[in-house]
């Protein structure tokens, strides 16, 4: 490594198992938008584009997650590389002569097109920024990014500092914005873990587990690692019910709607003992302002049922 690219490096350190992972993924199929993250909002009103783009600048320096890329070929182990600067910015897209009714389809066919282009992982910056001016007062934003740097939990962080740096670049105001703890101490804090007492507890829970099959696409199918995403609202009534019920049962809504999934997976499978994997939000509670940490802390935890 030359001494330029040394001097740019601010630290390195390993992955977290969720991030391994991931990037197994990845390197296995590079083509793959499995964790490619698009955030979409609409902003009206008068942008200032110049305090929009510094505003996301001051939050991507804030942040070293933010300014991370990975690296595993010939290396013995996967490590992720901070970046002391990366310099972010914010696309403008003309879409002012786009018929309003055909601006969604429009919309879709650029989202699908920024999946296919991806994140080449090793370079800098691992997410893009992009407006599509829709009218004089109107702009739709598209934030994208891979999975690898940051988890659900960390979005309105985010967003909630880039709005505030925002603001404060607009009145003419410093910025004021709390100490934040890097992701690298979640890594130290993941290596004090007692790794062997943790093997030993999901050894006997799945013991004799059988994985549970679905009759959809098999795991060599091609289209297998393609994503969609369906969404269905729950009427007030259905949810009073399910509300009434967990607290019947003296169980949180979360584990009633578990419940459910073991059941509508045992009956189109027929086993009745099925396995599943649910996401938690993986952030210890003794791992001091971890509340306000960007990064990737999810995890998905097998769940069985019988």
């Known amino acids: 490594m030359d001494r330029n690219r040394q001097r740019d490096i601010e630290a390195v350190y390993p992955l977290s198992p969720m991030q391994q992972g991931m990037l197994f993924h990845y390197v296995y199929n590079p083509e793959s938008a499995t964790y490619f993250e698009q955030f979409f909002a609409k902003i009206r009103g008068q942008l200032d584009l110049d305090a929009f783009r510094s505003a996301w600048q001051t939050v991507v320096q804030r942040h070293p997650t933010l300014r991370t890329t990975f690296v595993w070929k010939k290396l013995d182990r996967m490590m992720q590389v901070v970046h002391r600067r990366v310099p972010v910015d914010v696309q403008v897209l003309d879409w002012r002569d786009v018929p309003e009714g055909e601006r969604e389809s429009r919309l879709q066919e ?40 940051a988890d659900g939990w960390s979005m309105p962080i985010i967003l909630r500092e880039v709005f505030t740096v925002y603001e404060a670049r607009r009145a003419g105001l410093p910025v004021q914005l709390p100490p934040v703890r890097p992701y690298k101490d979640y890594i130290a804090w993941l290596q004090k873990q007692d790794l062997g007492k943790a093997e030993s507890y999901w050894k006997n829970l799945l013991r004799d587990a059988v994985p549970t099959p679905l009759p959809v696409l098999s795991p060599g199918d091609p289209r297998s690692a393609e994503r969609a995403k369906e969404e269905a609202t729950v009427g007030a009534e259905i949810s009073r019910k399910i509300l009434a019920l967990s607290r019947a049962n003296q169980v949180t809504p979360n584990a009633f709607v578990e419940a459910a999934w073991a059941l509508v997976l045992s009956r189109y499978t027929g086993a ?5 994997g649910a996401t938690v939000s993986g952030r210890p509670p003794e ?13 998905t935890l097998p769940v069985r049922a019988r």
Do not use: C, T
Request: charged share 30%; aromatic share 14%.
């Open 110 to 149: 650029w989202a699908r097109e920024d999946r296919r282009r991806g994140f080449n992982l090793g370079k800098p910056p691992l997410l893009r920024l992009h407006l599509m001016r829709l009218e004089d007062d109107l702009y739709q934003f598209v934030w994208s990014f891979h999975h690898l740097l």
């Open 287 to 299: 791992l001091e302002g971890v509340e306000q940490m960007v990064g990737l802390f999810i995890n």
């Open 272 to 276: 009745e003992d099925v396995l599943f």
